[in-house]
């Protein structure tokens, strides 16, 4: 094969845990009769609450395939090459096994949100039925903080981020106003909302973002600043999964190179903040692919009967942007090549965009 599967997971393949019908059909068409991969194929999701490891197990139980963890690619994923940060003390926000999934990523030395909280109990007052009785106080000298998904107490991972911030890694301190810009900040999974079994579009780690970015300018009249933005729809993110599909090509002995990757479920990558750091290029320099083409599917946020503007120019002003602040909205790119009922018809155009019979 001359061209590989990027699949989103969230309203594509599954709703939830529950899969979309669609999805066991077009993975039959996608396997051979020993259960191997006809062409390269890599899981892009934005979750980020669970090692690889147990996405492809639960990819593979859903799809009824099996998946290996090296086809999957959380929105965490490249964090692996921003080795710089691996040996600093880095606070960590989410849910999930944090820790586990942080010195799987490389980093040394995580610290959560829920240990800071009990070492300085202090700083996190809003709940009254929370308020310490008993004083502790530790020392932490944070040099990082890294925004893995969505956490469950917003109003305590909002507050000790921002005095992780203000103090310049030492919570606990007076502010230092004067600090800016403050500590690096990495965050993964931008998106303002996914799709669940309920009817509507649920909160996603996008928008905790929003409220973190807007409570620090309204307390210090600055923009909280990004080192690196990491998942869907970040140029990073289909670097890193051109990487993976290129490794499947090497492993698998394939002779042909990977011409085109189809991103099966959105847009393919948007324009990004100029400002944002992109040291990390040099590890993907030998990509090589020439086209990613993006395959939108109708089973997920996006629904058909949405109109939209036939002069993509409108759509700049017409259409609400639900990327990321540092992302800029242009319609060349958020536009998909395709859009199609699900991801059985995606799989079918795909083999007949490429002539492929597998």
């Known amino acids: 094969p001359s061209f590989g599967f990027l699949f989103d997971v969230d309203g594509v393949l599954v709703r939830g845990k529950t899969p979309i019908p669609a999805a066991k059909t077009a993975f039959q068409k996608l396997v051979n009769s020993q259960g191997q991969f006809l062409v390269p194929v ?12 147990k996405k492809a197990d639960q990819l593979s139980h859903l799809l009824g395939v ?41 980093f040394c030395q995580p610290i959560t949100i829920e240990t800071l909280q009990e070492k300085h109990p202090l700083l996190d007052v809003v709940d009254h039925d929370r308020r ?18 969505e956490p469950v107490r917003w109003e305590t991972n909002l507050q000790l981020i921002i005095d992780v ?29 996914w799709v669940a079994e309920a009817q509507s579009p649920r909160f996603g780690h996008g928008t905790f973002m929003v409220c973190l970015e807007n409570i620090y300018k309204k307390i210090t009249g600055k923009d909280l600043k990004y080192e690196a933005l990491m998942g869907k729809p970040s140029k990073v993110t289909y670097q890193y999964a051109e990487y993976l599909i290129r490794a499947q090509v090497a492993q698998r002995r394939w002779q042909q190179p990977i011409q085109t990757l189809y991103a099966i479920g959105g847009s393919a990558t948007v324009s990004q903040d100029e400002e ?17 083409r993006s395959v939108l599917v109708c089973t997920g946020v996006y629904k058909p009967h949405t109109e939209v503007p036939l002069d993509p120019r409108e759509s700049v002003t017409e259409a609400v942007f639900h990327g990321h602040r540092d992302f800029r ?17 995606a799989v079918d155009l795909v083999f007949q965009l490429e002539n492929f019979a597998p």
């Open 42 to 53: 890599v899981f892009v999701t934005n979750a980020g609450n669970c090692l690889r490891q």
């Open 165 to 193: 911030l203000l103090t310049s890694g030492y919570p606990g301190n007076p502010y230092h106003w004067e600090s800016y810009p403050h500590i690096p900040v990495l965050a993964c999974n931008m998106d303002l909302m």
């Open 329 to 345: 909205f242009d319609p060349g790119l958020v536009e998909p090549d395709h859009i199609v009922p699900d991801v059985d018809a």
């Open 66 to 106: 099996p998946i290996s963890q090296d086809q999957v690619m959380m929105s965490h994923s490249p964090l692996r090459v921003f080795r710089r940060y691996h040996d600093k003390c880095v606070l960590v926000s989410g849910q999930g096994p944090l820790l586990d999934i942080a010195q799987d990523l490389g």
């Open 276 to 292: 944002i750091d992109n040291s990390w290029e040099d590890e993907f320099a030998l990509a090589a692919a020439a086209h990613c």
């Open 132 to 149: 310490p009785n008993v004083l502790v106080s530790d020392c932490f000298c944070f040099k990082t903080v890294v925004l893995f998904g």
